[in-house]
């Protein structure tokens, strides 16, 4: 059962930008899309953003800067917004949610679209 679907992945060059979005399937309505976190080939998965308690954001200190990461309550979709793209951000993007809206643990997980940043 399909909870959160990530899109906006693809191929782009070097500099270019790419935004990737994060929305809740069916009737999930209580869980809540709250970071994004990235897994490169041989590599652990490692967080790319968040939003934390309060509103306040958290980034990866290889992506600050360049990406963005903002949230439509309305729609209950998150977003990441990738500026200045590097080939070394080339990974699967996951997309990581919170149940009980928003307070639960971190337990729901995207299926991931990839990102490629050709050179």
């Known amino acids: 059962q399909v909870q959160l679907v990530e899109s906006g992945g693809g191929l782009v060059q070097a500099g270019g930008s790419l935004r990737l979005s994060c929305a809740t399937s069916g009737t999930s309505f209580s869980i809540k899309p709250m970071g994004w976190y990235r897994q490169a080939p041989g590599k652990q998965r490692e967080l790319v953003a968040a939003?934390?308690?309060?509103?306040?954001?958290n980034y990866a200190d290889s992506v600050k800067g360049r990406f963005s990461i903002a949230r439509d309550n309305a729609k209950n979709t998150l977003y990441l917004q990738m500026n200045s793209l590097k080939p070394e951000d080339t990974a699967v993007y996951y997309c990581?949610?919170?149940?009980?809206?928003?307070?639960?643990?971190?337990?729901?997980w995207g299926q991931g679209t990839q990102v490629t940043v050709s050179s």
């Open positions: 990581n949610g919170r149940g009980g809206y928003g307070v639960g643990p971190p337990n729901y």
């Open positions: 939003i934390i308690s309060g509103g306040s954001t």
